[in-house]
């Protein structure tokens, strides 16, 4: 619609929107927020009468509180000053005299630099400690800025200065201050790993949401505890930063705090040279649904912004880009006012009160304590969604001339002069003698700035970080309660997935722990056969089904409950593991030991969130993580990017991951009976990585005395019927292959087999290391066997291995089976085809494990070598195929 108007009318018009902005300035002046709900119920109204209202994601480039709404800052602002200015000392001369005693060790001093107020004002005035009894805040740092969190256990009396002087020298006799967050390495000290880029960020808002899980299902007292997550600006880049935010307005979880860290920098230089990262996130943010508080600027720019009338500051400022900003704090007060101010000769009128050294010292928001702390304010006050907070910051802030240059992330040392400045610029009583060895500095106890320090943590609870592990009264279920599973499937066949989806609704009824699981899937519930679990407990949905489902008639039908018990992540392994971390790690962080388990395309895991597991592991987080749809060859269809035969290579890097490949369901039972009883009632920081099959056949009953076997890796399972001459291995669903093989054999070559299920070549491979290090270790005593070994006993020939995994996995156990161990196993890219097609081309069938024996047993002279060729024809292996590991 266009409407053309005379200049009389136009001008009439331009009066009259004047006159409707004074009557809004009029309402906000009282009310922002009623100025808010008057903008949108005209937006509103815009919108029914057709009229166009495109929203906008992004404000203008300056603070979201204005001036008039800040409330007063609470805290006694010269000794929260003097503290910090300590703060950013001892974390400068940890860093600083480290890399002089030990060039090249390492260490950051510019990302705390530029964060150390927005940490300040947290743990005066906001960071808990605990909740009366209940846990307290939970705070995921920037990994880089832990200096400055070390320099603070300094000051209050945690560490001790032998302990700073071991920063990055954790293997020196005092315990040492690892290099970044690490639970692994500090158990009493960090709670999250957050150092690879994006997973702090990720695992914050699924501890929120499953905080609130808990709260929703009884578990947990619901208390005003936040997640608070630090992150770097240039952090955001990582597609784990900002992929989950959705969720985060979704579930309203107004647990959840984020802080950017908007530096401008990240490690290279700009993180958006060329545009402004803020206004960049602003919109990102705001288009998912948070409430985004933007500190740009400090109190001293606030009388600027007074005096300029017309707007042109504001404006001056959109004109500018990052670079730009960067720029102006890498120079002088000098080249401030002539290349920002100069622009307009309005501006420079307004500075031309200040000094260059004025000009310099105009701060932006994330220094300065009273913008922060009226966000924080805000943040914690704002319902029904998460808050993040955009700080605007130096980075090297204070560090003289490597303040905001691109260089600045790997600065250690800073030179004897700027060092010097350093403490003069902080106010550091030290000589400068000291200052330029990096001494540290403790005032006294009893000092003004360290009481009021003190009394601050005392206030809010304690010290931060911290972590504490109670011992908690658990009773794992004993193995008779697997007693369904252990007798096996009479003659019915059953998928060892199947059985595993029958264990796990059996362990949720249990009176005891039932409440504990948490089963978590990512949108592959009903490819494992898990809609009678969802029947069972419910999908956790914190508002419950408003809706009626389609299928409400059916018996199993869709279910979700506000105190659901299962977590249907939506098709997300990464949002997923970050739920199995949460769940995996409350038996520290809220003293209840929840108990996930993990269930996912075994393909979509290990690879695809990989740095996620191992952070998991760092964390010293239990559970089990369930691979279905397993195998290479057992997989059928899908093809290469569906069928796993590598997760066992990836798991066994994890140092705390214990890895199970079985076969039969009863197997299956006794690693997860006894991994309950290891993690929640010895309290082993281990977890389980346990792959499951989709291929039905009948389940055996245990037999006697096999469980040790199954727990260590391996155990006899069918003997030959006369005395062996060669031993078969098989794991998982080609264990079925293997006892084929053994048939075959038999009945058509006279060649009799025994047959042993190898459980976990993991397992098998750690402890002959173990043993073998301390055989290397101690040459003067009787030398020990791996258990490998002593499982095998006087087994005579040679030993022919086959799994739906790499060859590699058995290939781990030659140094111990020299020359008489064959591999066969699953190189190469999947196809999609069925599972007879798929075993004859990766050579995984019992005809090919038939051939591999015969051929192994004419290569030692004792089956004709003739014969084996022609036994390859007959039984139709393709001897000139091209190897599958190439195709
Ligand atoms: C996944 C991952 N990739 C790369 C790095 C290496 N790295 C460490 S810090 C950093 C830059 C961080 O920039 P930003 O997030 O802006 O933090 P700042 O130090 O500026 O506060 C990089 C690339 C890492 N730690 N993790
Ligand atoms: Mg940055």
New binding site residues.
Partial sequence: MTTKLDEAAKQDFKAEVSEWIEAFDDVVAQDWEQGAELLSALRRRAREAGVPTPSELTTPYHNTIPKHDEVPYPGDRKLEKRVESLLRWNAMAMVHGQNKKDPGIGG?I??YS??ATLLEVGFNHFFRANYGDQPGDFIYF????SPGVYARAYLEGRFDEARLKNFRHELRDTPGLSSYPHPWLMPDFWNFPT?????GPLNAIYQARFMRYLENRDLLKPTERKVWAF??????D?VDSLGAISLGAREKLDNLIFVV?C?L???DGP?RGNKRIIDELEGVFRGAGWNVIKVIWGSDWDALFERDHTGLLLRRMEECVDGDFQTFKAKDGAFLRSHFFGKYPELLELVKDKTDEELLRLHRGGHDPAKIYNAYKRAMEHKGGPTVILAKTV?GYGMGTSQSRNAT?NEKKLTDEGLAAFVKQFDIPIPEDAAKDGSFYRPAADSPELQYMQARRRELGGYLPKREVSKLDFKAPGLDQFGEWIRGSNNRAVSTTMGFVSILRHLMKDPAIGKLIVPIVPDEGRTFGLESAIKQVGIYAPEGQKYEPHDKDMLLSYREEQDGQILEEGITEAGSMASFTAAGTAYANYKVPSIPFYMYYSMFGFQRIG?MVWAFADSRGKGFLMGGTAGRTTMLGEGLQHQDGHSFVLSSTVPTCLSYDPGYVYELAVVVQDGIRRMYENGEDIFYYITMYNEDYAMPAMPEGVEEGILRGMYKLKAAASEATVQLFGSGTILNEVLRAQEILGTKYGVHADVWSVTSYTELRRDALAVERWNRLHPAEKERVPYLLTALGDAKGPIIAASDYMKSMPDSLSPWLPSRLVTLGTDGFGRSDNREHLRSHFEVDAQSIVGATLSKLAREGKFKAKAAQKAMEELGLKVDAVDPAKT
């Fill in positions: 950051h510019s990302t530029s964060l920037q990994g880089h800025a150092v690879s880029m994006g997973i992150l770097g600006d240039g952090e955001t990582e860290n530096n920098q990240r490690l993180v980075k992330h740095d």
